[in-house]
Nanobody, 123 residues
Framework: QVQLVESGGGLVQAGGSLRLSCAAS????????MGWFRQAPGMEREFVAY????????YYADSVKGRFTVSRDNAKKMVYLQMNSLQPEDTAVYYC????????????????WGQGTQVTVSS
């Protein structure tokens, strides 16, 4: 059973950077897709980015393209989200999620979720 644990959230000023980490244990399939999502208060959970575990393919939401970078370390079973040029609208709880369904951006296709980590960007 795959388990995901996020870390790296915090408070940062607008224009700053943070790197989120996601530790994946119990991962046995190389076809796994790892996604990052976020949820602001009163809002629906939204897709941020994904990376394919076996071929390193990535995809980003338009709102973060050019500012965020998703990467992975196979040996350490870690997935990262480097967030640059952060803005107050990026404030949310960020979740790492995994799926063996295939490439997907909708939360409903992701079976495994981490507990989330808070990112707060002050203006």
């Amino acid at each position: 059973q795959v388990q995901l644990v996020e870390s790296g959230g915090g408070l940062v000023q607008a224009g700053g950077s943070l790197r989120l980490s996601c530790a994946a244990s119990g991962l046995t399939s190389s076809r796994y897709i790892m996604g990052w999502f976020r949820q602001a208060p009163g809002m629906e959970r939204e897709f941020v980015a994904y990376i394919s575990w076996h071929d390193d393919r990535t995809y980003y939401a338009d709102s973060v393209k050019g500012r965020f970078t998703v990467s992975r370390d196979n040996a350490k079973k870690m997935v990262y989200l480097q967030m640059n040029s952060l803005q107050p609208e990026d404030t949310a709880v960020y979740y790492c999620a995994g799926t063996s369904y295939g490439i997907a951006t909708a939360p409903r296709f992701y079976r495994t979720w981490g507990q989330g980590t808070q990112v707060t960007v002050s203006s």
